[in-house]
């Protein structure tokens, strides 16, 4: 079974200070990769995707991703955090492919705090 | 598009208590996720359908738990009696099932926080 693993569980930061959020999985087939964002008492928003290509991935907001195959992960990057990016961040990824592809596994979430 | 639609938003109820939770998915949307979220275990898959089928329920916790989707644009999750340790916000979600640019991408509803005392 596919897992996701997100290294930090709370990272506090200034603001202006750069972020990265580590992110690793398991499965080592064809995957498709998600960061999606939770506002504090709000659902899961996209942040940014990855399905093929350009490995580093840009998203909203200034986020951005960079895929590395060898290594299994799909870090988390801004490099200049604000208040406003004071959420919950998770990790996850579709596969295997076939029956379930469709499915996708979650980390356990990342939350951010920064620091005005 | 008005999103992925949940109802209620907030539910307090008494333990033993039948609850139904309701997610209205986006149109054209064929896979429909139903997930927990709690402080301790993060996010949960329960349930998925496709094309109004149930694919995979292996995530729901017991038998008290029960999801249907009558149709492509309704699915209700039911938990009867509810328990204490059911409080969690229930998520719920769609994605496009064919490949492409936007397959795979899951968009959430806001949630139901359900309480039961």
């Known amino acids: 079974a596919q897992s996701v693993s997100q290294h930090n569980h709370h990272v506090i930061l200034s603001e202006a200070a750069s972020l990265e959020l580590g992110c690793n999985y398991s499965?080592?087939?064809?995957?498709?990769l998600f960061w999606y964002v939770q506002y504090p008492g709000q659902h899961l928003q996209l942040l940014l995707k990855y399905f093929s290509g350009d490995p580093l991935v840009k998203g909203i907001k200034g986020f951005e991703a960079e895929f590395i195959k060898s290594k299994f992960s799909f870090n988390l990057r801004k490099p200049s955090v604000q208040w406003s990016d004071t959420a919950e961040y998770f990790c996850?990824?579709?596969?295997?492919?076939?029956?379930?592809?469709?499915?996708?596994?979650f980390g356990k979430g990342t939350k951010l705090s920064v620091i005005p | 598009d008005a999103g992925v639609i949940q109802s209620p938003r907030h539910e307090v109820t008494e333990m033993g208590q039948e609850v139904t939770l309701r997610c209205k998915p986006i149109s054209g949307h064929d896979y429909l996720f139903w997930y927990r979220q709690t402080m301790m275990r993060g996010l949960e898959l329960l349930i998925y359908f496709n094309n109004n089928v149930p694919i995979d329920d292996s995530g729901m916790p017991e038998d008290r738990f029960s999801a249907k989707m009558p149709n492509a644009s309704f699915s209700t999750l039911k938990i009867q009696p509810s328990e204490p340790r059911d409080s969690a916000v229930y998520f719920c979600a769609s994605s496009f099932g064919t490949s492409g640019r936007y397959s795979y991408e899951q968009y959430f509803g806001p949630g139901t926080r359900l309480t039961v005392t």
């Open positions: 996850a990824v579709n596969g295997p492919s076939g029956a379930g592809s469709y499915q996708l596994t």
């Open positions: 499965y080592g087939g064809t995957v498709n």
